[in-house]
């Protein structure tokens, strides 16, 4: 949702050479709208995520569970209390040997503590990716940075390693 939210998806993926993919459950029931200005100005105003013409242009599959170790993995994750999308989200990473992208904190700590062979990349980690390699104008950076805090409601908090780097870009 947070790439989404940035009006740039499309740019942000296509700067990324590495496969990327959405869990079935994440693109069927979670990943279903951003705000269309803010959830402070238009809390009931929202955009439909369209996923669809991204898969279309093979920036991004589908992933779902398929094996019993993997539905054994999501069971796992579901009883440390994370929702269902970041269950099966990390099932899937981990029994694929996949990075997963999240910024769930509590997600992070588990993963981390079980999977720590795998790496967990950040909505900024993404955007600064997007930043060196598809090099967009610094105010649209500025503008995807602005957004994702909107409309998908993102917080960046202070101890994150690229918090600099986000604030730096958003007052250009």
Known sequence: MN??????IDEVLSSITESLAVAVYVMKYEALAIYKES???TPNAK?????QPLIEKNLLSVADLETHA?????????EHRLDD???ATMAIACERNWAVATDDRLAIRIFNSQ???LPIISTPEIMNHWHKHGQPESQVLCQALID???RANFLLGRHHPFYEWWQSCKNI
């Open 3 to 8: 790439l989404y939210a940035s009006g740039r």
């Open 39 to 41: 959830k402070q100005s």
């Open 47 to 51: 955009e439909a995520i369209q996923l």
């Open 70 to 78: 993997e539905k054994a993995s999501f069971l796992s994750f579901s």
């Open 85 to 87: 999308g970041e269950a």
């Open 115 to 117: 999977y720590e062979h």
């Open 148 to 150: 994702i805090e909107s």
